[in-house]
């Protein structure tokens, strides 16, 4: 049972990162179809535009991250501490 937390993790990961990534090209096939959304926010708010342009560009690290924080939210007992399972 001790490995079974990894496979709860990994999956956590998988699904982040694939629904990062899925968000990241909507946003990219946006900016192909011509509605710059992205470059006209670099354009029009500066440093805060180019800030949310770099976060939109990472976001499938952002995903894989929170998804692993998603199954040690929803999964406390499968991949917590042993210590607090066991004494259940």
């Known amino acids: 049972m001790k490995n ?11 699904i982040g990162f694939v629904c990062g990534t ?3 090209l909507i946003f990219y096939l946006l900016e192909q179809s011509g509605h710059r ?3 006209n926010m670099v354009r029009d708010y500066g ?3 180019r800030f949310i ?3 939109i560009t990472n976001l499938h690290y ?3 991250a929170l998804g ?11 991949v917590g501490d042993t210590s607090k399972s066991s004494e259940k």
């Open 22 to 24: 899925v968000i990241e």
């Open 47 to 49: 440093m805060l535009g």
């Open 68 to 78: 692993i924080v998603m199954v040690y939210w929803l999964f406390p007992d499968v």
């Open 4 to 14: 079974m937390k990894w496979i709860y993790y990994g999956f956590g990961a998988f």
């Open 62 to 64: 952002i995903g894989l």
């Open 53 to 55: 342009a770099e976060m």
């Open 37 to 39: 959304v992205i470059s």
